[in-house]
């Protein structure tokens, strides 16, 4: 993606295309006979232009139009090159398609109404409790069964009058039922499975809902109360954590300290900020001034999110809250809302993305590619490679003695076949060495199921271009963008560089423009202490050189030295010469408050003069840059024809 942030007009600008809503195929211009519509100049135009000022006046068109012929002539160059079958940049280029591509293969329609479902629910947090029990993904149908009408009688035993609670801590299989007997606290969007999340939102307050699985197993749950969304706050807060050593109510001394600390604060005797300080055993948000970030419902434990949420006002303290983790003085520091949808819009996306909602654009997506190309399947070839199949697989270690003959069509989606061995191959390269199941048709449908969707997404990526005219023109200015990339880092760029004869002979050219203004040359001395400092000007005095100076003052393996920095210094280059009259002579000593002592010696005023090359290269570069950039425009103007069809051009000016 670098590359293509690069100036590929030879300027600042980023080749982004616009589409206009009509078409406009009239030739503006060709280069060496290959015609430029007008479509194709005004959509970069109205995006690229000159100060961002699309007026279309003769002058900001005419402008644009010698930088796109110049980009124009550098494509045609690059592909006369046939840069595009580098290996090196088909490779970036099919990556870039790749990422480009993952954006067009989904349903927009499901995509965007997960994303409205997803802000409308993150308005409401919901208390809910839950009973599970577990059944395996890939569970036989009896296993199934029996779990099923498990958790179906519990509920029908609830529905009667057994209150939820009880029934959750005696038969739930969510190992914390025991001691919460179901109970989950306030939750909200992302915070669950989203099998579980389309449940907690759907259920009425004080229903049970039904039965529903998700990959844990069976759950049934209960929706307790519904509130509306408390945003997210920052808190900063002291603890005091409960010695292990305690049991039960053992923890008074914590509590007594938590108290006396609360009570200091709250008199003024001590400052928030200072109990975190001294007293906070919470090392991470101690180096913070206590603050431990935003944070949201269902983030936290129940009574430190309580707490924190009463907090009205910035600055407001509570009382000490007791946790899990011990006890806790919070401090509001900040608070939100809920942020408007457009201010996380790409949050949300992304967290839907990693979410398994996402599956459900996919699944659509799928199911409108198999019925817009035509979607067939072998099925008799499909069990034949099942026969295949041993426990193996279950490990990641099987191994076909030969794949060579099974070359049945497997399935077809549009005009591509894939054939046996084809998928023989994929199960080879994709089965898991870590076991996921005890089945072997349940992992051998997994990897066909990924297998299809693989291929059938690979064939949509192929019609992407023919469907979608802006991913089209998005590909080939990023082709364009590399090609051009890497074309001026060989013509101009790094030849700029690495031609050292003709840089130094560009300079030659021209070396008064590389021109030094009046400097002052200076020694300067730094002495270690003031008896060096004095010995040193004693020696300046008598007109020593510092050669002299440092041979009679540096005694060998000496820890106090004197070290001398000599140089030439344009105003406004080395503030310590700055701060000094800079007229010729030794000044003043300047204490340190190390304890070492500076001493400057002006030896004389220099008048302009030329620098040298490795004292301006960084310019010589830059200004070489820009001669071969130009030069090798005129190169290629002289090798292709530009012929700008005038009346077209004129057609286009509007003021």
């Not at 604060?265 to 928030?272: E, M, R």
């Not at 880092?489 to 002979?505: E, P």
Request: contains cysteine.
């Amino acid at each position: 993606m670098k590359k293509f942030l690069v100036a590929v007009f030879g300027s600042s600008i980023i080749f982004t295309q616009l589409f206009a809503q009509t078409k406009d195929t009239r030739t503006l211009f060709t280069i060496a006979g290959e015609p430029v519509s007008v479509e194709d100049f005004t959509n970069v135009y109205g995006k690229n232009n000159i100060n961002n000022q699309a007026d279309y006046s003769e002058k900001s068109l005419r402008e644009y139009l010698d930088l796109y012929t110049k980009f124009k002539l550098k494509v045609k160059q690059a592909e006369d090159l046939k840069l595009d079958t580098i290996e090196s940049l088909k490779a970036e280029l099919g990556t870039y398609r790749k990422q480009l591509a993952k954006s067009y293969l989904n349903d927009k329609e499901i995509y965007n109404n997960l994303e409205i479902e997803a802000y409308d629910r993150m308005q409401t947090e919901i208390n809910v409790s839950h009973i599970l029990i577990k059944v395996a993904s890939d569970a036989s149908p009896a296993d199934t069964l029996a779990a099923f009408n498990k958790i179906n009688g519990i509920r029908k035993s609830i529905l009667k009058g057994e209150s939820f609670e009880s029934a959750a801590a005696k038969y739930s299989e969510d190992p914390s039922a025991k001691s919460n007997n179901g109970r989950l606290g306030y939750l909200t969007v992302f915070q669950t499975v989203y099998p579980f999340e389309n449940q907690m939102y759907n259920t009425a307050t004080g229903q049970v809902s039904g039965v529903f699985r998700t990959k844990f197993g069976y759950h049934i749950l209960k929706v307790n109360d519904k509130r509306p969304a408390r945003g997210s706050v920052n808190i900063a807060h002291v603890v005091i954590t409960v010695p292990d050593k305690f049991v039960g109510n053992g923890d008074s001394a914590t509590q007594f300290k938590i108290n006396k600390i609360y009570n200091d604060i709250k008199s003024g005797t001590i400052s928030f900020e200072d109990a975190v300080t001294q007293y906070s055993e919470d090392r991470k948000s101690k180096m913070n001034k206590g603050e431990i970030g935003f944070f949201s419902t269902g983030k936290m434990t129940e009574s430190f999110e309580n707490a924190a949420f009463a907090l009205k006002n910035i600055g407001d303290i509570s009382a000490p809250v007791k946790t899990s983790y011990g006890y806790h003085i919070l401090k509001l520091v900040d608070k939100k809302p809920v942020p408007p949808m457009i201010d996380i819009k790409s949050e949300l996306k992304q967290k839907i993305e990693r979410d398994s909602r996402s599956d459900l654009s996919r699944t659509a997506l799928m199911q409108k590619i198999k019925s817009k190309y035509g979607y067939t399947e072998n099925t008799l070839a499909k069990n034949e490679i099942l026969k295949m199949i041993d426990s193996t697989i279950l490990d990641g270690r099987w191994r076909p003695l030969d794949i060579s003959g099974y070359t049945k069509m497997l399935f077809k989606v549009g005009s591509e076949e894939t054939t046996q061995d084809q998928f023989l191959n994929f199960i080879l390269k994709n089965q898991k060495n870590k076991r996921v199941s005890n089945s072997i048709s349940f992992v051998y449908e997994n990897l066909y199921e990924d297998y299809v969707e693989q291929r059938c997404m690979d064939f949509e990526e192929k019609q992407l271009d023919a469907e979608y005219p802006d991913f089209k023109s998005l590909m080939k200015e990023y082709r364009d963008g590399i090609l051009l990339f890497d074309l001026t880092d060989k013509m101009v760029w790094t030849k700029a560089t690495k031609d050292t004869a003709g840089l130094k002979a560009f300079y030659e050219t021209d070396k008064d423009k590389y021109k030094w203004g009046n400097r002052v040359e200076v020694d300067i001395y730094n002495c270690s202490d003031s008896a060096l400092a004095k010995m040193t000007r004693k020696l300046l005095l008598k007109g020593k050189t510092p050669d002299e100076i440092t041979k009679q003052v540096n005694i060998p393996n000496a820890k106090s030295k004197v070290s001398i920095i000599h140089g030439k210094y344009e105003k406004g280059q080395y503030e310590l010469i700055d701060n000094t009259d800079r007229k010729v002579g030794l000044k003043e000593n300047m204490y340190n408050k190390d304890g070492s002592v500076t001493i400057i010696n002006i030896l004389r005023e220099v008048g302009p003069e030329p620098k040298l090359l490795n004292e301006a290269k960084g310019y010589i570069v830059s200004d070489y840059q820009e001669y071969l950039e130009k030069q090798w425009i005129s190169d290629l103007r002289a090798k292709y024809a530009i012929v700008v069809n005038d009346a077209v051009f004129r057609s286009l000016i509007k003021k």
